[in-house]
């Protein structure tokens, strides 16, 4: 049986120098020297500069980028994009607009393709608003409470830049956590990262912090998150 790939959950601010070492060794695992980067979720947030962004940035990782002009749900319907995720080794979703990209992505074609390809062994990487969007339940950025999300791993909620968002945000989603869910609070520039064995442990300078039944606990660089069963 085809081992899923390896997922990593970035808490924000991607592509960035504290983000090199994981990214690094997320195209090792990859075994590619090409990145698929999906910039729907920044349609409305200049997604050409967030392309330029993820092109530099992984070039000097000796990496070339493949962009998928995704920005609406037409696009996320078309043939094409979704056979390039569908041969595609790692993709990678970009942060911007959680509800922008959820209202793309959902029961969409390219989300299909894209479930099937990281079952198949591609390695699948998505900061802030795509951390939040794969998840479910999902985090509702315009308050803290939740909403439905697309489920790629389900029981748990994602809430990125942790470390920077106001505190009554995180608060909030404390506060209304669902009982059966587990929330991970994923600080900038740092990845909750899941191998195809199904264990999670920290990558980049920031904590993942677990809030789990009314339990708070802080896990740092390299930790294995042992809380975690998903």
Same mark, same amino acid.
């Given at each position: ?10 808490? &924000? ?24 980067? =999906? ?24 990496? #070339? ?6 920005? @609406? +749900?037409?696009? %996320? ?8 995720? #569908?041969?595609? %080794? ?9 509800? @922008?990209? +959820? ?9 299909? %393709? ?15 608003? /795509? ?11 315009? &308050? &803290?409470?939740? !909403?439905?999300?697309? &489920? ?21 989603? =404390? ?10 609070? =994923? ?13 999670? !442990? ?17 896990? /740092?660089?390299?930790? =294995? ?6």
């Amino acid at each position: 049986m085809t081992e899923p790939g390896t997922l990593a959950l970035v808490g &924000g601010r991607e592509w960035n120098d504290a983000c090199r070492d994981f990214d690094a060794a997320l195209l090792r695992k990859a075994g590619t020297s090409e990145v698929v980067v =999906v910039p729907t979720a920044a349609a409305f947030e200049q997604p050409d500069a967030a392309v330029e962004s993820a092109r530099r940035y992984f070039d000097a990782l000796g990496a #070339s980028v493949r962009a998928l002009s995704v920005l @609406h +749900r037409e696009d %996320a319907e078309a043939e094409e994009p979704a056979a390039v995720v #569908s041969d595609a %080794a790692f993709v990678y979703l970009s942060s911007g607009s959680p509800m @922008h990209l +959820r209202s793309v992505l959902m029961h969409s074609r390219l989300y299909e %393709a894209l479930v099937d390809a990281h079952g198949r062994g591609a390695v699948l990487a998505a900061s802030g608003a /795509g951390g939040r969007v794969l998840c479910d339940p999902m985090v509702d950025p315009r &308050g &803290g409470a939740y !909403t439905v999300g697309l &489920g790629l791993v389900s029981g748990l909620a994602f809430f990125p830049f942790h470390d920077s968002a106001p505190a009554h945000l995180w608060e909030r989603s =404390v506060d209304l956590l669902p009982r059966e869910a587990v929330l991970a609070g =994923v600080d900038e520039q740092t990845a909750m990262v899941r191998a195809p064995d199904g264990t999670w !442990t920290v990558a980049g300078p920031g904590r993942v912090t677990i809030y789990d039944d009314g339990t708070l606990t802080e896990f /740092g660089q390299d930790s =294995v998150i042992d809380t975690l069963k998903m």
